[in-house]
């Protein structure tokens, strides 16, 4: 069955770099499109990065780019969400998820992605 196993989280300073890592398992690499999501304490999950199925094709939140870059690594089914210049807003719960549909782009809603990991904590403080 599908799995996904975020790891990297951490506690870090304002201006910190964290590099999270997302082990995918159980369907054939680049074959579906990867996101980055986030949930801070009292809101609601907010997209963040995705990648194409075949890596070509990126997209960020308005925020984070220029200091996030979403990557994947298909021999090894592993997306990377390399985060720099890292913010006390940037803190919440980070979770990656695989999209509903082969072959396509991702997305930015929820409702695109059908499997998500557990999560990894993303603290910064200032």
């Known amino acids: 069955q599908v799995q996904l196993v975020e790891s990297g989280g951490g506690l870090v300073q304002a201006g910190a770099s964290l590099r999270l890592s997302c082990a995918a398992s159980?369907?054939?690499?680049?074959?579906?499109?990867m996101g980055w999501f986030r949930q801070a304490a009292g809101k609601e999950r907010e997209f963040v990065a995705a990648i194409s199925f075949n890596g070509v094709v990126t997209d960020y939140l308005d925020s984070v780019k220029g200091r996030f870059a979403i990557s994947k690594d298909n021999a090894e089914n592993t997306i990377f969400l390399q985060m720099s210049s890292l913010q006390p807003e940037d803190t919440a719960i980070y979770f990656c998820?695989?999209?509903?549909?082969?072959?396509?782009?991702?997305?930015?809603?929820?409702?695109?992605?059908?499997?998500w990991g557990q999560g990894t904590q993303v603290t910064v403080s200032s």
């Open positions: 159980g369907f054939t690499p680049n074959t579906y499109a």
């Open positions: 998820a695989r999209s509903r549909w082969r072959y396509s782009n991702g997305g930015r809603d929820p409702s695109d992605y059908s499997y």
